[in-house]
């Protein structure tokens, strides 16, 4: 029996409708499930379905929004039906504990409830509640449409068979889950991206390089070979033998900053923060913001493709 036989379309519920919610929305329609989604913003519901309708063309699936539904409030949401309810409010652990204690009390006791903090251990968000065991993290990368990964959190009280079940929901809508095993903070995905980071930006601090040189040298170098096989694959190839000698020569001498570096605090409290602002490391105008969003969005669709003939997804 296959992934979408055993989980047949369902109904989920989405807390938030932001740039996240999005994503994860259209996932869960692509897949021909039900959504409730409940947000606080009149504006932010009533802009749903096009928002939706935009991921949806992305993804090359059908334009059907006909299974959202959106609420105001958590109470009005079609609980007694809910398979599984992802969080994706703001990074405030105080209003996550809130919504989780109410949704606890709302979803049913077969119901998973997973949050898609990208910091906040799920063992902090869940504390002291009663059903712990059906609570983990389920981590998306924006834009969560297109990014196939999903990272599957528990805490030491979230049961295994729970988070292997919310697994298989994510791989029959199409998602290459990964189960995280242990409730460190930033999981996998943004662990590891945070060491890079740390890297990236004190070469730039130290004037080693310029920000253009630095992205060219990831996505042409060993970037480019990451998307045919990951780090512990690609060095399968080349051989360890390499790998640790050369970790004993270079290790030693990387950052081991454990703050961001001046570069970054300084474009922060200047307001340089990207395309919110118009301005990072790079200037932005709306016309060459678009050009970029377009363009990232087709190097992304094509990377999809090429999983897919590979039938990693």
């Known amino acids: 029996m296959s992934q979408s036989e055993r989980h047949a379309p369902g109904h989920a519920v989405v807390v938030g409708g932001g740039t996240m919610g ?8 692509g897949g ?9 913003s009149a504006s932010t519901r009533d802009g749903l379905p096009d928002a939706c309708a935009r991921a949806l063309a992305a993804l090359g699936k059908p334009i059907d929004t006909s299974g959202l539904t959106t609420y105001a409030t958590l109470p009005e949401a079609s609980w007694q039906a809910i398979d599984v309810v992802v969080e ?27 949050s898609n903090s ?13 059903t712990q065991g059906r609570m983990m993290g389920l981590h998306f990368f924006m834009p969560a449409h297109l990014i196939p990964l999903v990272e ?60 253009e040189d630095i992205d060219a040298t990831v996505r042409l170098s060993f970037g480019f070979r990451y998307a045919a096989a990951g780090p512990i694959v690609q060095k399968e190839h080349s051989g360890w033998d390499t790998t640790c000698a ?35 490391f790079f200037e932005w105008d709306d016309q060459s913001i678009a050009k970029e969003r377009a363009r990232y969005e087709r190097a992304l669709r094509k990377c999809l493709e090429i999983f897919k003939e590979e039938g990693i997804l």
Not at 88 to 114: G, H
Not at 118 to 130: G, V, W
Not at 180 to 188: A, E, N, Q, R, W
């Open 22 to 29: 999005v994503g994860i929305i259209a996932m869960f329609l």
């Open 32 to 40: 021909g499930w039900k959504v409730d989604v409940v947000s606080r």
């Open 88 to 114: 994706t409010v703001t990074e405030d652990l105080e209003l996550k504990r809130r919504l989780f204690a109410e949704m606890e009390a709302l979803a049913t006791r077969s119901c998973a409830i997973t």
């Open 118 to 130: 990208s910091s906040f251990p799920i063992s902090e968000i869940a504390k002291d509640l009663k």
């Open 152 to 211: 599957v959190v528990r805490s030491v009280h979230t049961d295994v068979k729970q988070a292997e079940r919310v697994g298989d929901i994510m791989r029959a809508l199409g998602k290459r889950p990964v189960q995280v095993k242990k409730d460190v903070i930033g999981f996998l995905g943004n662990r590891i991206q945070g060491a890079l980071m740390r890297e990236a930006l004190w070469l730039i601090e130290q004037g080693v390089a310029s920000p």
């Open 246 to 280: 050369v970790a004993k020569i270079i290790w030693p001498d990387l950052s081991n900053a454990d703050g961001p570096p001046p570069v970054l605090q300084k474009n922060v409290d200047e307001g340089r923060i990207g395309f919110k602002t118009k301005r990072g």
